[in-house]
């Protein structure tokens, strides 16, 4: 079975879509993003086909919803139901890089939340931090949640600037075996800064096999 990584947030806006999509440059993979919020403008998905220079495949939302909110209260307000049992990993023999929609226990419907699908697929799991206040918290209740849900934790990106006390509280709470890549935070990407960005990833990949 090819190798799939779910990409998962400490909270909403952190930067999961861009590490998605280094995911994917690196890997030249596939994208999967299950549910879709905010659509239109939003459409992950789209913005990925952008900004990578290869000719990626993105596969179809399960669930493609137009108020930007938790999928739960988006797909209610359309008279939509959630089905957890016809969401399924796509049909692809090659790495595939999935893409939660906010954090871990983002609801789907009544029943199943973002890290309920993590389960599902048994992927391993690539968890994006940002710096913000609140950020130590939220992370290290991710931490604690993946790790007491045995969901494997394969990366831990820092995305942004860190003061280094921030950046030691959360590291010093993460498993030893995990890998850890730092990246500053780039504003309005395009094709070009957006190779720039991937310079600084694929460096920081180097000192790791994934």
Request: aromatic residues 12%; neutral net charge; glycine residues 4%.
């Amino acid at each position: 079975m090819p190798k799939h990584y779910f990409v998962t947030g400490i909270s909403t806006g952190v930067g999961k879509t861009v590490i998605s999509a280094l995911f994917c440059e690196h890997f030249k993979a596939d994208y999967f993003k299950p549910v879709q919020t905010g659509y239109p403008p939003d459409r992950d998905s789209e913005w990925i086909k952008q900004i990578v220079s290869y000719n990626i495949i993105t596969h179809p939302e399960n669930y493609l919803l137009k108020l930007p909110a938790s999928p739960h209260l988006a797909a209610q307000r359309e008279n939509v139901v959630i089905d957890f049992n016809k969401i399924h990993l796509p049909d692809t023999s090659n790495t595939l890089i999935l893409e939660g929609a906010g954090g871990l226990l983002v609801p789907l419907n009544e029943q199943f939340y973002i890290a309920d699908l993590i389960k599902k697929f048994q992927s391993e799991c690539i968890l994006v931090v940002s710096n913000y206040l609140g950020c130590i918290n939220h992370s290290l209740l991710s931490l604690y949640y993946l790790y007491n849900e045995n969901i494997p934790v394969k990366c831990v990106v820092f995305n942004g600037n860190f003061e280094e006390e921030v950046k030691h509280a959360i590291l010093n709470k993460i498993k030893k075996s995990t890998i850890i890549i730092r990246i500053p935070r780039f504003e309005n990407l395009d094709r070009s800064t957006f190779q720039q960005l991937f310079s600084i990833f694929k460096n920081e990949m180097s000192r790791y096999e994934l």
